[in-house]
Nanobody
Framework: QVQLVESGGGLVQAGDSLRLSCAASTRSFSSYDMGWFRQAPAKEREFVAGISRTGGSTYYADSVKGRFTISRDNAKNTAYLQMNSLKPEDTDVYFC??????????????????WGQGTQVTVSS
């Protein structure tokens, strides 16, 4: 079992930056691909970014490419999502996810086994 706890969300203005963190309670953090999804009310969960177990490979949704950066620190059992140049349309609840399948690039929510509780990001115009 892996528990994921997100932090770092909040209210910012358009153009600002935020860094989300995801702390994982597991002794084998480096065995898990990590990722981030987001979801707005009444909408489906949307893939944001994924990172491989070593951190050597990453994958991004087109909507965030060039603005968001996913990273991880395996020594700290933590994954991060650096969000720059935020836009009002980035307003969502952001979820940290983990899985052992090796498919860090998978866009389907159902392919990620472990989910955090989510953290709200609100970007005002």
């Amino acid at each position: 079992q892996v528990q994921l706890v997100e932090s770092g969300g909040g209210l910012v203005q358009a153009g600002d930056s935020l860094r989300l963190s995801c702390a994982a309670s597991t002794r084998s953090f480096s065995s898990y691909d990590m990722g981030w999804f987001r979801q707005a009310p009444a909408k489906e969960r949307e893939f944001v970014a994924g990172i491989s177990r070593t951190g050597g490979s990453t994958y991004y949704a087109d909507s965030v490419k060039g603005r968001f950066t996913i990273s991880r620190d395996n020594a700290k059992n933590t994954a991060y999502l650096q969000m720059n140049s935020l836009k009002p349309e980035d307003t969502d609840v952001y979820f940290c996810v983990a899985d052992t399948s090796g498919a860090y690039y998978t866009l389907r929510p159902g392919n990620w086994y472990y989910w955090g509780q989510g953290t709200q990001v609100t970007v005002s115009s």
